[in-house]
């Protein structure tokens, strides 16, 4: 918490009309995806560092664990953080840490370690991010807010994917270094990373723009274990909110699959299309078309009241994802893809909108989205724990789509048989 007098010198305007609400929603959309998009493009590039140093097939589950870790940790800490500082600075800040991330797999030290410290930046921007919404806007425009945050995310992990997947593809990145005249020793994967960095600086100089809002931003507390403490009976209120507790188990779930498939398309385009990991990682785009697509109609077509009532297009997700084993096209895998892609939007979107309108009102926003994160990301972290040690197992590809695809489908459907018809027990 020691980070408002070092950045003391950081200048913003503030929020004093509708037009520079707008200013600084469209800058908050800027960051944001210059952040995702560094995000996304540096795991393929991460992912291509341990190919060049023989890591075994089972780190690259880990690596992403390595990542998330922070999330799961620092959890009582960051709400706090992102609540007693503007939004914008949290997310300045935050980016800064994920660029030092990328100096250290520069500086050659073990990949693992230096995707956490990117990690450690992004757990401490995440609360900010989607918090910072809640502070511009109302709520009948949460909805609304969220598919264009989430759109724009999405639209990064697409830019992100080939971006990554381009720079790390040797014969490419190799014409790039000679173009540029580079000791030929740098490898695809470092001038990724080093491509990275500089997006990364982009997001950043956005933040500096983030005009701040009418809200008084003090810590709760300096002491640790107050935070702890704060944390827990945070999540204790959430999940005992009857419409916290849902959207907070559906987001749960999704962002566990959701980080797991990804990882599951790499291995399967390996496997049924032949792909290299550089082509792997662009197909991966699709996914994220689809969600954009999702978003996009679960905006127009979803009320945030109503939001409990897409739950069945999360099993339906879930079985969607089983059809993956037989297909052997490019083509029928880009279709499949983009269907996962488009039920994941919506029916995620509504619901994180929901959860976040929920834990707005319960206890602030960046401390019910350190709850959400903190339980999102053991969802993670279990499942990319399964997910490692079926490779350590040597499980084929299909039957680890199996696994995923029926675990989906059958907690979904138990999630709606708990709560598809009990949205009223709770008032939005």
Not at 26 to 52: G, R, V
Not at 106 to 129: R, T
Request: with cysteine; proline share 5%; net charge positive.
């Amino acid at each position: 918490m020691i980070a408002a007098p070092i950045f003391s010198c950081y200048k913003t305007p503030s929020i004093n009309h509708t037009n520079n609400v707008k200013r600084g929603f469209y800058t908050i959309l800027a960051a944001q995806f210059f952040s995702a998009l560094a995000d996304n493009a540096l795991l393929f590039a991460a992912i291509a560092l341990l190919k060049q140093v023989h890591a075994p097939a089972w780190h690259t589950p880990v690596l992403q664990q390595a990542f998330i870790v922070s999330f799961i940790l620092l959890a009582p800490f960051v709400g706090a953080f992102a609540d007693s500082l503007p939004k914008g600075r949290v997310m300045f800040i935050s980016n800064g840490i994920k660029m030092a991330g990328c100096l250290a797999m520069l500086a050659g030290i073990n990949p693992l370690l230096a995707y956490g410290l990117a990690g450690f930046g992004a757990a401490a921007y995440s609360p900010a991010k989607y918090g910072i919404l809640t502070e511009f806007l109302p709520p009948d425009k949460l909805v609304w807010a969220n598919s264009w945050m989430e759109g724009l995310t999405v639209a990064a992990i697409i830019f992100g994917a080939v971006v990554g997947g381009v720079l790390i593809t040797p014969s490419i990145a190799h014409s790039v270094l000679q173009q540029l005249q580079v000791p030929a020793q740098v490898t695809p994967a470092e001038l990724a990373i080093f491509v990275i960095f500089f997006i990364y600086l982009l997001a950043a100089i956005f933040n500096l723009y983030i005009p701040l809002v009418a809200i008084e931003h003090k810590p709760l507390s300096r002491n640790p274990a107050f935070l702890v403490k704060d944390f827990a009976h945070c999540f204790r209120l959430l999940w005992k909110d009857p419409l916290g507790q849902v959207s907070l188990a559906v987001t749960t779930l999704f962002w566990g699959a959701g980080a797991t498939l990804r990882l599951l398309v790499l291995a399967w385009a390996a496997v049924a299309l032949h792909y290299s990991i550089g082509d792997a990682a662009k197909l991966t785009a699709w996914v994220a078309v689809g969600i954009a697509l999702g978003s996009i109609l679960a905006a127009r077509f979803v009320k945030l009241e109503h939001a409990v009532n897409v739950i069945p297009v999360g099993i339906a997700m879930g079985l969607v994802v089983l059809m993956m084993i037989p297909v052997s096209s490019p083509l029928l895998a880009i279709v499949l893809l983009i269907t996962i892609g488009a039920l994941g939007g919506f029916f995620v979107v509504p619901m994180n909108a929901l959860l976040q309108h929920r834990g707005h009102l319960l206890m602030g926003a960046g401390r019910s989205i350190a709850v959400q994160n903190f339980n999102e990301n053991i969802s993670i972290f279990l499942m990319l724990g399964l997910y490692a040690l079926m490779e350590k197992l040597d499980f084929s590809v299909n039957a680890i789509i199996l696994v995923f695809g029926m675990l989906m489908a059958g907690i979904m459907s138990l999630l709606y048989k708990k709560h598809g018809h009990d949205q009223d027990s709770g008032k939005i």
